[in-house]
């Protein structure tokens, strides 16, 4: 038996030719790949309906450990994403985050391109 090469196939006529979907690398390059990573999508999606949650409330909704939020929170914050104060509540430290105008932009520009790859997707 001999294999066909995928260079011998051809379209029969029943086969209707498929909508032009944009090409995965273009959508790539326009996703921000900080935000795209799943904790840090939580971190930034919780924040934007709140106005700051605390260290402890952002690991008990994402059900993470400490060092999870903890690494992801700081990428977030060094890109300018998130403000991080840290106060004391008696003798209990308090790390408190909250969204900033560059994060909430950089969501809103987010689910813009996700949404555009849906609606491509579900037109395809």
């Given at each position: 038996?001999?294999?066909?090469?995928?260079?011998?196939?051809?379209?029969?006529?029943?086969?209707?030719?498929?909508?032009?979907?944009?090409?995965?690398?273009?959508?790539?390059?326009?996703?921000?790949?900080?935000?795209?990573?799943?904790?840090?999508?939580?971190?930034?999606?919780?924040?934007?309906?709140?106005?700051?949650?605390?260290?402890?409330?952002?690991?008990?909704?994402?059900g993470?450990?400490?060092?999870?939020?903890?690494?992801?929170?700081?990428?977030?914050?060094?890109?300018?994403?998130?403000?991080?104060?840290?106060?004391?509540?008696?003798?209990?430290?308090?790390?408190?985050?909250?969204?900033?105008?560059?994060?909430?932009?950089?969501?809103?520009?987010?689910?813009?391109?996700?949404?555009a790859?849906?609606r491509?997707?579900?037109?395809?």
């Amino acid at each position: 038996m001999v294999a066909k090469s995928s260079a011998a196939y051809r379209a029969t006529p029943e086969e209707k030719p498929r909508k032009s979907v944009p090409a995965p690398e273009s959508t790539a390059v326009s996703l921000d790949r900080l935000i795209h990573e799943r904790t840090r999508l939580g971190i930034i999606s919780a924040l934007a309906v709140n106005d700051s949650l605390t260290f402890n409330e952002l690991k008990q909704l994402l059900g993470a450990t400490d060092g999870n939020v903890s690494v992801h929170a700081r990428k977030l914050e060094d890109a300018g994403y998130v403000s991080c104060t840290k106060s004391f509540a008696g003798r209990l430290p308090k790390t408190e985050y909250r969204l900033t105008a560059s994060g909430r932009r950089a969501l809103e520009k987010y689910l813009g391109h996700m949404e555009a790859l849906i609606r491509a997707t579900r037109e395809g």
